[in-house]
């Protein structure tokens, strides 16, 4: 044994992962760099689409939301279901379609609904339910457990198995770049909640994961397309949670509680946290909130229901709400958005 495996051997796994999370991080933000502006895309080398949509949602904020919808991920139908039944309730159609990379058979028609979205006008934004690399995709994998100190540890099972997953994604991701289509990229979503992989590990395994990630897909794949959203879990808005403002250009939180009004509380822990630094958004819900209650202290960029019951259900959204709900001043429909968004 080396006298640095008998320095490692002596650390717990939470320095260890706290080492690793400190080091990760200054791949993002080297020694010396200016902060950033507020309302600038942290990667300096953003592509020109993913500059000029930033742009655009930076102007809205603070006056309008755009109304948002989580397509199904489980049938070749994907969006259709939840956008036929938005325009035969509205006459509307979503500002922003959000996609998932969650199943392995569905990923390149993910890219092809998400490259139709964009060039027919509206905005793709795209989360990964990442089941635990070492066991499989899915769900429920998604849920399991995954060694993420070991995974942080270069040469490791657990760590080839990460990157494995990580480059493969990556390619996805390289696919929409080169269609020049931006992408709201959303990983490690609800990360401060203790139900996903990602999140059973406390903030520091969580910020080492984001700058890891962060750096890999921009630094060595070259993903210039993608706007780096972070996202809460509602019940647990926790400074300890933020991978940082050099890794961050939007921050949100959720909540699927019933009759939930503005969320204004909720809004303004991410925004104690955030300032003015970065949008904030709702990036997922169940009941679509009341435009008449958004203001100064629920400024949510965009809200994005979750699909299936969470539209339909009765209980969470009723179709005369609805209708009332995307007529107003307040939301941002597809057609409302501006031509240029075309790619």
Same mark, same amino acid.
């Given at each position: 044994m080396t006298a640095?495996?008998? *320095? *490692?051997?002596? $650390?717990?796994?939470?320095?260890? #992962?706290?080492? #690793?999370?400190?080091?990760?991080?200054? @791949?993002a @933000?080297?020694?010396?760099?200016?902060? @950033?502006?507020? %309302?600038?895309?942290?990667?300096?080398?953003?592509?020109?689409? /993913?500059?000029?949509?930033?742009? &655009?949602?930076?102007?809205?904020?603070?006056?309008?939301? $755009?109304?948002?919808?989580?397509?199904?991920?489980?049938?070749?139908?994907?969006?259709?279901?939840?956008?036929? &039944? @938005?325009?035969?309730?509205?006459?509307?159609?979503?500002?922003?379609?959000?996609?998932?990379? #969650?199943?392995?058979?569905?990923?390149? /028609?993910?890219? =092809?609904?998400?490259?139709?979205?964009?060039?027919?006008?509206g905005v793709v934004s795209i989360c990964w339910h990442w089941g635990a690399p070492d066991i499989g995709t899915g769900y429920d994998n998604s849920k399991k457990d995954f060694d993420v100190a070991a995974a942080l540890k270069p040469g490791t099972a657990a760590n080839l198995a990460m990157m494995r997953d990580l480059d493969h994604v990556a390619g996805l991701l390289t696919v929409l770049r080169d269609r020049r289509v931006p992408v709201l990229w959303r990983p490690f979503h609800e990360f401060s909640g203790d139900w996903?992989?990602? +999140?059973? %590990? +406390?903030? =520091?395994?969580?910020?080492? $994961?984001?700058?890891?990630?962060?750096?890999?897909y921009t630094r060595v794949h070259g993903l210039d397309n993608l706007i780096w959203v972070?996202?809460?879990?509602?019940?647990?808005?926790?400074?300890?949670?933020?991978?940082?403002?050099?890794?961050? =250009? *939007?921050?949100?939180? =959720? *909540?699927y509680a019933k009759d939930h009004g503005n969320l204004a509380p909720m809004f303004a822990q991410v925004k104690a946290i955030v300032g003015d630094s970065v949008p904030i958004c709702l990036h997922e819900n169940g009941p679509v909130p009341d435009p008449a209650l958004l203001g100064p202290e629920a400024d949510w960029l965009w809200f994005m229901t979750w699909h299936t019951r969470w539209l339909t259900g009765r209980d969470q959204n009723t179709p005369e709400l609805l209708k009332r709900y995307f007529a107003s001043d307040r939301y941002i429909t597809k057609d409302e958005l501006p031509a240029w968004i075309k790619a």
């Open positions: 640095s495996d008998g *320095i *490692i051997d002596m $650390l717990t796994r939470r320095d260890t #992962i706290t080492a #690793i999370a400190g080091a990760a991080a200054t @791949l @933000l080297p020694a010396g760099a200016a902060p @950033l502006a507020a %309302h600038t895309l942290s990667n300096p080398r953003a592509s020109r689409e /993913a500059q000029r949509l930033y742009a &655009y949602l930076c102007s809205q904020y603070g006056s309008k939301t $755009l109304t948002g919808q989580q397509e199904q991920n489980f049938t070749t139908a994907g969006a259709r279901v939840e956008l036929d &039944y @938005l325009q035969r309730v509205t006459g509307e159609q979503p500002a922003l379609v959000g996609f998932d990379y #969650i199943e392995p058979r569905d990923q390149d /028609a993910v890219n =092809d609904r998400a490259t139709s979205w964009w060039r027919s006008g996903f992989w990602w +999140g059973k %590990h +406390g903030p =520091d395994a969580l910020k080492a $994961l984001w700058a890891m990630m962060y750096d890999r972070c996202g809460w879990a509602g019940q647990n808005v926790d400074p300890a949670w933020y991978p940082g403002r050099a890794m961050v =250009d *939007i921050a949100g939180a =959720d *909540i």
